[in-house]
């Protein structure tokens, strides 16, 4: 090989390893998303964001409008309006406004069932420039035409075969306000008349009378001896000599305690196999502590199969009973929600439940 074939090669090595040294060349930028889409010029300026309704009654809904221009320099596109409880918006029959375009934002304000102050918000969503929601607020104070006090009126806990009477009033604005009738919905249950009407005084928010009189009457609510054992969830219709508020409504609830008590009140068999054997106890005792008797137990097989056996604390006095249950797993189950139904010759109280909870899994 001649010299000038040997320096060429070493030349061209040379050549080789300074262009492996090289880094790599720089791709062509790319112009991210944000830089890509520009900001909204749109403005969505409103000549106020916040409506007084003032001092209201609760049957009087009040209906207003929110104006607002498009300030800005590019179309205003109105996504959606998102109202609080008892603020509705009417529908949108236009969402895109030009440059220096006007609109309006129709409101409803619903007090019904309302009392005091009141602040309620509605969310408008669009392209504004700030790029974030723009609140509006609508606020008042809102006086009820007829107040019911309690309108949920709690009988308590009452033993079977007793009876218990209590009392609510319902107040009115007329000069001549009272209420007419009341009744309830399960007239066997419950024994309603009203007693009288009286005028007041109203009381203003320092507690102190604020010069308006007002009318109340007084209703009587009593629960009847015959009542079923178990929980009373029931409703009165009460009338009034005030059109504007002619019906009112009330709810009374009770719980009526039988003679039978179950301990515990609930089973849980926790989180089981599939295949898994347990074993719970329960007793079932006589509050009074007369002798009864217990003439079976049923339990729908399914998700968990069990065998019963009740034995009396004192055979020649069966006012108790141990109930041993032997319980398995017979199908996984995300959530078992099932009653031990206890038969007894109690009069009223034939049929015991017992709430059986838990979570059957597969093995492991």
Known sequence: ??????????MALALCGSASALPPPIPASRATASARTAPSLARMEFKSTTHDVGSIFDHEPQEFKFEFTNTGEEKLVIDR??????????????LEYEPGESGEIEVTFNPKGKKGDQRRQLTIYSNDSSGREILLTVVGSVSQLVSVDPGVLSMGSVPKGKTVTKFLTVTGRTPDFAVTRATAGDLEVFGVRVVGTEAIEELGSNGEPNGE????????????????????????????NDARRAIVQA??????????AVTPPRISIGRPELGEKMTREFT??????EPFHIKGIRFANGPLKIDFKATPVNPDKPD???????????RVHPRLRQDIVILTDVKGEEEILLPVSGVIVTRQ
Not at 251 to 260: E, K, P, R, T, Y
Request: net charge positive; charged share 20%; glycine share 8%.
């Open 213 to 240: 009189t007002l009318r109340r009457s007084t209703i009587e609510i009593t629960l009847k001896s015959g009542a079923k054992v178990g929980r009373i969830d029931d409703h009165l219709t009460i009338r009034t």
């Open 81 to 94: 309006v998102q109202s609080s409880c008892g603020c509705t918006a009417g529908e949108l029959t236009k």
């Open 251 to 260: 709810q009374v609830i009770a719980n009526v305690v039988g003679d039978v």
């Open 320 to 330: 108790t009973y141990t109930v041993r249950l032997d319980a398995t797993a017979a």
């Open 1 to 10: 090989m001649s010299k000038l074939s040997l320096a060429s090669l070493g």
């Open 284 to 289: 079932v005792a006589s509050r009074s502590g």
